[in-house]
């Protein structure tokens, strides 16, 4: 009876019923947050963990049927090898072999052209949270004095229990669509220490309705916006037929519209996390009580940010701070900073599928970010620069900047959601391969610039005899 129900649903929101199904699975979160607040928040542990790890498949069930054995499977190997491999290498590099090849098989057989909600697009989030339980996992057994700061607030000290597993893996506020949280953290909120109001439900509902509003509001903007600015219409003879200025100016508008698909998501999730306790952080430097633990975007950040790496920081924070932390600084023994950001950004490409407008994306990411990084350094070190960019003409220089800035988000991110090469190519063709250009004579001109704009320093010239 559920399925015709949800078709008529879908026809009648104009939506695809696997996106309608998911939106109302983010939004069940917020009544599953306060069935817990009311009758389980008190309860002992192993009821709590029952009550997350069920209603989280009641989720998986709803928008994926029986394929929901693929999570369970994987998360039952996983409690297996870390019991039977312990705190060693062995276990962290099984674990990442396992995890990775079985999401990677699972695109593989089910990946198609087009953008598709099925048990992998939760799956990769799932894949993060039980490579990192093992990475804590073996880091608990290590000195603290060899441990990171980052690392110290994440390791665990005791074996977690299969059924603690179960409801880290499947709890309401992250299964879906993130974010990503620690089982440290996880275990704070089932102890009741994840509140304002120690061993009290926390005072988290004003706080969750406003990232609850705005996520409405960013879904409104996408839900109106996309039927205009869609991922389709780079590949009509109507967009190959316009002027180059117009299809610069369709991609700047188009990838900010498109954006706020995956930040409309991540807000109301987070609204969950909040309302649940999951979202506490603490206290900021003024005393106040902060909600932004389960954060997954930084929104005024998103909006003003005229700079690249801006965006970065600002969108999808806790999947880039968890591979920060269990990708990019484990791979300090390299001994290069740009080599350990490559394999980095070559991790990121896999984990999100086999479709090379990924491995283009996130190569594009790499060059755009050291270009720029190399321009901010030109204009601080410039006098002359950074007077201009200080002066009463910087309003006119934002403005530049947000349209270079935003034109350069979306050169990126058309591979990365037309999948194909043959899409990408066709785009990138009709745009004569602009960006690639852009860039590389960004490379080949600023070391000249830099030479013109800033001077030398003395004890740099050679001093005649």
Same mark, same amino acid.
Request: hydrophobic fraction near 45%; proline fraction near 4%; charged fraction near 15%.
């Given at each position: 009876?559920?399925?015709?129900?949800?078709?008529?649903?879908?026809?009648?929101?104009?939506?695809?019923?696997?996106?309608?199904?998911?939106?109302?699975?983010?939004?069940?979160?917020?009544?599953? +947050? @306060?069935?817990?607040?009311?009758?389980?928040?008190?309860?002992?542990? /192993?009821?709590?963990?029952?009550?997350?790890?069920?209603?989280?498949?009641?989720?998986?069930?709803?928008?994926?049927?029986?394929?929901?054995?693929?999570?369970?499977?994987?998360?039952?190997?996983?409690?297996?090898?870390?019991?039977?491999?312990?705190?060693?290498?062995?276990?962290?590099?099984?674990?990442?072999?396992?995890?990775?090849?079985?999401?990677?098989?699972?695109?593989?057989?089910?990946?198609?052209? &087009?953008?598709?909600?099925?048990?992998?697009?939760?799956?990769?989030?799932?894949? @993060?949270?039980?490579?990192?339980? +093992?990475?804590?996992?073996?880091?608990?057994?290590?000195?603290?004095?060899?441990?990171?700061?980052?690392?110290?607030?994440?390791?665990?000290?005791?074996?977690?229990?299969? @059924? &603690?597993?179960?409801?880290?893996?499947?709890?309401?506020?992250?299964?879906?669509?993130?974010?990503?949280?620690?089982?440290?953290?996880?275990?704070?909120?089932?102890?009741?220490?994840?509140?304002?109001?120690?061993?009290?439900?926390?005072?988290?509902?004003?706080?969750?309705?406003?990232?609850?509003?705005?996520?409405?509001?960013?879904?409104?903007?996408?839900?109106?916006?996309?039927?205009?600015?869609?991922?389709?219409?780079?590949?009509?003879?109507?967009?190959?037929?316009?002027?180059?200025?117009?299809?610069?100016?369709?991609?700047?508008?188009?990838?900010?519209?498109?954006?706020?698909?995956?930040?409309?998501?991540?807000?109301?999730?987070?609204?969950?996390?909040?309302?649940?306790?999951?979202?506490?952080?603490?206290?900021?430097?003024?005393?106040?009580?902060?909600?932004?633990?389960?954060?997954?975007?930084?929104?005024?950040?998103?909006?003003?940010?005229?700079?690249? /790496?801006?965006?970065?920081?600002?969108?999808?924070?806790?999947?880039?701070?968890?591979?920060?932390?269990?990708?990019?600084?484990?791979?300090?023994?390299?001994?290069?900073?740009? !080599?350990?950001?490559?394999?980095?950004? !070559?991790?990121?490409?896999?984990?999100?599928?086999?479709?090379?407008?990924?491995?283009?994306?996130?190569?594009? &990411?790499?060059?755009?970010?050291?270009?720029?990084?190399?321009?901010?350094?030109?204009?601080?070190?410039?006098?002359?620069?950074?007077?201009?960019?200080?002066?009463?003409?910087?309003?006119?220089?934002?403005?530049?900047?947000?349209?270079?800035?935003?034109?350069?988000?979306?050169?990126?991110?058309?591979?990365?959601?037309?999948?194909?090469?043959?899409?990408?190519?066709?785009?990138?063709?009709?745009?004569?391969?602009?960006?690639?250009?852009?860039?590389?004579?960004?490379?080949?001109?600023?070391?000249?610039?830099?030479?013109?704009?800033?001077?030398?320093?003395?004890?740099?010239?050679?001093?005649?005899?």
């Amino acid at each position: 009876m559920a399925a015709p129900f949800m078709e008529k649903l879908a026809e009648y929101l104009g939506s695809p019923e696997p996106a309608v199904r998911l939106i109302l699975s983010v939004l069940l979160g917020y009544p599953f +947050a @306060l069935v817990y607040r009311w009758f389980f928040f008190h309860q002992s542990a /192993t009821v709590v963990h029952l009550f997350h790890t069920f209603s989280g498949l009641a989720l998986a069930t709803f928008n994926f049927g029986s394929q929901v054995y693929h999570s369970f499977l994987c998360i039952v190997i996983q409690f297996l090898l870390l019991r039977l491999m312990g705190r060693t290498v062995t276990c962290v590099l099984s674990s990442f072999i396992f995890q990775m090849i079985y999401l990677l098989m699972g695109y593989y057989y089910t990946a198609t052209e &087009e953008y598709d909600i099925k048990w992998t697009m939760p799956h990769c989030v799932l894949t @993060l949270k039980l490579i990192g339980l +093992a990475l804590d996992y073996y880091d608990g057994g290590k000195e603290q004095s060899q441990l990171s700061a980052d690392q110290k607030k994440s390791a665990l000290n005791s074996t977690p229990s299969l @059924l &603690e597993v179960f409801g880290f893996s499947y709890f309401y506020g992250g299964f879906l669509v993130g974010p990503q949280f620690t089982l440290q953290n996880y275990q704070h909120l089932v102890s009741r220490e994840m509140s304002d109001v120690p061993g009290q439900p926390p005072n988290s509902v004003v706080p969750a309705m406003k990232r609850f509003g705005l996520g409405l509001i960013t879904l409104s903007v996408f839900a109106i916006g996309g039927r205009h600015y869609s991922d389709s219409y780079f590949l009509t003879d109507e967009f190959e037929a316009h002027p180059f200025w117009y299809k610069c100016v369709y991609m700047l508008v188009w990838v900010k519209i498109n954006l706020y698909k995956y930040i409309s998501c991540w807000l109301i999730t987070e609204g969950v996390c909040i309302l649940s306790g999951l979202g506490y952080n603490g206290k900021n430097e003024k005393g106040e009580h902060q909600w932004d633990a389960c954060a997954n975007v930084r929104l005024w950040l998103f909006e003003t940010t005229p700079l690249f /790496t801006g965006t970065i920081n600002s969108f999808n924070i806790n999947t880039n701070a968890w591979v920060a932390r269990q990708v990019f600084k484990r791979l300090r023994f390299l001994g290069n900073k740009l !080599l350990s950001q490559m394999f980095t950004l !070559l991790f990121l490409a896999v984990w999100h599928g086999l479709h090379s407008g990924y491995l283009i994306c996130f190569s594009l &990411e790499f060059i755009i970010v050291n270009v720029e990084r190399q321009a901010e350094t030109l204009v601080r070190d410039s006098p002359l620069l950074t007077s201009i960019a200080q002066s009463h003409l910087y309003p006119f220089v934002y403005v530049v900047q947000q349209l270079i800035h935003w034109l350069f988000m979306g050169y990126p991110l058309v591979p990365f959601c037309l999948f194909t090469y043959d899409k990408w190519l066709k785009v990138y063709s009709s745009i004569y391969f602009s960006g690639h250009i852009f860039f590389f004579i960004a490379f080949l001109v600023l070391p000249y610039l830099r030479k013109v704009f800033v001077p030398r320093k003395r004890g740099s010239e050679k001093k005649e005899d």
